[in-house]
């Protein structure tokens, strides 16, 4: 079992920053994916972006070059800095965790973009 809390949701303006955190805890594996899901109201959840354990990432072409994540071994710990929000990035963000036993997920925090 591996238990996910987001935080750092919140609201802020157009052009704006916020910085995502999930921090992991229970079972480690040693190969994963670590990721941020997102899902508007009435729209279906949509990728964000995941990292592997090894490294390698993926982005939503709609945020490439305005989110960036990362991973803190030591800390267990997942974030995503997104920066140039948008109205359109309101949404409520999940985070994941894939593994060979399956899909963990966070409960949610809430990013309204909004002025």
């Known amino acids: 079992q591996v238990q996910l809390v987001e935080s750092g949701g919140g609201l802020v303006q157009p052009g704006g920053s916020l910085r995502l955190s999930c921090a992991a805890s229970g079972r480690r594996y040693s190969g994963y994916i670590m990721g941020w899901y997102r899902q508007a109201p009435g729209k279906q959840r949509e990728l964000v972006a995941t990292?592997?354990?090894?490294?390698?990432?993926v982005y939503h072409e709609s945020v490439k070059g305005r989110f960036t994540i990362s991973k803190d071994n030591a800390k267990n710990t997942v974030n995503l800095q997104m920066n140039s929000l948008q109205p359109a990035d309101t949404a409520v963000y999940y985070c994941n965790c894939r593994t060979v036993l399956g899909d963990y997920w966070g409960p949610g925090t809430q990013v309204t973009v909004s002025s």
């Open positions: 990292i592997q354990s090894g490294g390698s990432i």
